[in-house]
């Protein structure tokens, strides 16, 4: 049972989780069932679980400890048998430190965790997102697009989707939409997102045979390694307390680490950040 909880009004949510009663408020003509209730023996799946208000963290908090809710404007407590999961796209260690999310329930929900890094470091994930959506899309439209061409692709590969995949499926709803050939070209592409990403184009390369994205991604690569060397050496090889310094998830960290060939192992034992 799937519950966006930022799409439904504060003042509903109550209501919409645990059921009502008849005449628990004005408008209630009748006993209507929670959505947990319905999820009994199910899955209940919290989307955006950071958007919930104070008061209804409380809420849920009891009942992922008691198993039992009671309807608004009722007095019996009825049992629940629901697995939670909850995702959101804010970081609620940050959320927490701000007081704006409850502790106690962060890590009654935080059982087993998934992290899922944004589009811009999965890019790899880029071009079969974008098959499979321009597949689904175009036969949802009606229109006869069969793919990108390598120019596009590279485009949408370069650019940094701060609205991760939502982002790319609306750009690529648009893109089709506006599309006058069988194939996804630059010229389809918004402005904004060409713009943003930087289109390669006819220009040559320089001096060098080093064009300015291949330039780019290696100045790119040399920053992070130095500055993970640099973070983990500081901390000692500690992973978690080099990736709170850096202010990025610990999944992220290892990610990059892996990528750069790091071992913490390596760095264990280091005085300081300027150790050699």
């Known amino acids: 049972m799937p519950v966006d909880c930022g799409a439904i009004p504060e003042e509903l949510l109550e209501s919409e989780f645990f059921g009502h009663e008849?005449?628990?408020?004005t408008g209630a003509n009748a006993r209507s069932l929670g959505?947990?209730?319905f999820a009994h023996e199910g899955t209940f799946f919290l989307d955006?679980?950071?958007?919930l208000s104070p008061r209804l963290q409380v809420k849920l908090l009891r009942v992922l400890q008691e198993r039992r809710i009671r309807r608004v404007g009722g007095r019996e407590e009825l049992p629940v048998d629901v697995r939670v999961v909850a995702?959101?796209?804010?970081?609620?260690?940050?959320?927490?430190?701000?007081?704006?999310?409850?502790?106690?329930?962060?890590?009654?929900?935080?059982?087993?965790?998934?992290?899922?890094?944004?589009?811009r470091e999965r890019r790899e994930d880029i071009p079969l997102l974008t098959?499979?959506?321009?597949?689904?899309?175009?036969?949802?439209?009606?229109?006869?697009?069969?793919?990108v061409d390598g120019e596009a692709l590279e485009i949408l590969s370069r650019y940094r989707w701060p609205g991760n995949v939502r982002e790319l499926q609306n750009v690529l709803k648009r893109t089709l939409a506006m599309c006058q050939t069988g194939r996804l070209s630059v010229?389809?592409?918004?402005?904004?997102?060409?713009?943003?990403?930087?289109?390669?184009?006819?220009?040559p390369a320089d001096a060098t045979g080093e064009g300015f994205f291949d330039a780019r991604e290696q100045r790119m690569a040399a920053f992070e390694r130095e500055y993970l060397t640099r973070a983990l050496r500081a901390s000692g090889g500690d992973v978690s307390q080099a990736a709170r310094e850096a202010r990025i998830p610990r999944g992220?960290?290892?990610?990059?680490?892996?990528?750069?060939?790091?071992?913490?192992a390596a760095f264990r034992g280091a005085s300081g950040p300027n150790d050699d």
């Open 22 to 25: 008849r005449g628990a408020f």
């Open 131 to 147: 098959a499979h959506f321009v597949q689904r899309y175009a036969a949802e439209m009606g229109r006869d697009v069969e793919d």
């Open 87 to 119: 995702a959101t796209s804010r970081n609620l260690g940050e959320e927490i430190r701000h007081s704006r999310f409850r502790e106690d329930l962060y890590y009654r929900i935080n059982v087993a965790r998934i992290e899922i890094p944004p589009l």
């Open 252 to 264: 992220t960290f290892y990610r990059l680490m892996s990528k750069h060939g790091l071992d913490a």
């Open 48 to 51: 955006e679980v950071a958007e």
């Open 187 to 203: 010229e389809d592409l918004p402005d904004e997102v060409v713009a943003a990403a930087g289109e390669r184009g006819d220009a």
């Open 35 to 37: 959505l947990l209730e």
